[in-house]
């Protein structure tokens, strides 16, 4: 019981602290303190749970370069480039990324990025990426496959606890019938991700997936900050 405990907390924690620092904060010098707080969280609390509840995560499995998962990673995560990067070639598209434009630069502000664009996209995308695969692949997937029954529940379950904190995130730049897409196209993606772990319990696979896909979103977030120049 002290596991299913420890889960759901690891499932919805991220969900509750990006409601806090992106919606309850919002414009707040506070709301970057959390964010960052809400980042040492899902670094420590993974290890919070192998100490109190007596979890085991293999690290040494799970961080061994694995040149032929990374292989599936890059190909899985270019298909996942190639299909944003065509539909963001579509005008109505572009006409919905356009709606994001005054809440996305409101937000470089409030976090104190605006004029680092490109350097926060290449941190986010490769470093923040492993963090997140660290936490929701090897650690939340990874124990709720270990106890739940069923092939494909952990999965899914994994997949939207993914996508929770990124629909408030969405929710701000977009409509609610936009955001409730896009949050399923990220849950799908959670899906897709935890897949690639769960074939050899390694991490890189899902790792240079999630890398691409976090490329495309800068790509778009690009290219809504310069929607006023094309």
Known sequence: MKKQIYLLTAALTPFFCAWV???????????????????????IFPLLYIY?????????????????QFAYGTLCGIMIFGLGFLLLKIPAVMQIAALAR???????????????????????????????????????????????????????????????????????????IYAFAFTF??????????????QKKNIWGAWAAHVCADLLIFYAGGL???LQRV
Not at 21 to 43: C, E, N, P, R, T
Not at 143 to 154: H, V
Not at 187 to 198: D, E, K
Request: charged share 15%.
């Open 21 to 43: 620092y992106f919606d309850l904060l919002d414009g707040s010098a506070l709301a970057k303190w959390i964010y960052l707080a809400s980042k040492a969280f899902i670094l």
């Open 52 to 68: 109190f509840a007596a979890g085991k995560l293999d690290f040494k499995k799970s961080f061994r370069f694995d040149l032929r």
């Open 102 to 176: 005054p809440a996305v630069e409101s937000k470089m502000v409030n976090f104190s990025v605006s004029g680092h664009f490109v350097l926060m996209a290449l941190i986010i995308s490769f470093f923040h990426s492993m963090l997140e695969e660290y936490y929701w692949r090897l650690f939340l997937y990874g124990e709720l496959a270990k106890i739940m029954r069923g092939k494909y529940l952990p999965h899914l379950l994994a997949g939207v606890a993914f996508s929770l904190h990124h629909f408030i995130v969405v929710k701000m730049y977009f409509p609610a």
């Open 185 to 198: 196209a990220i849950a799908a993606g959670g899906i897709i991700f935890s897949l690639l772990y769960a």
């Open 224 to 226: 809504i900050l310069g």
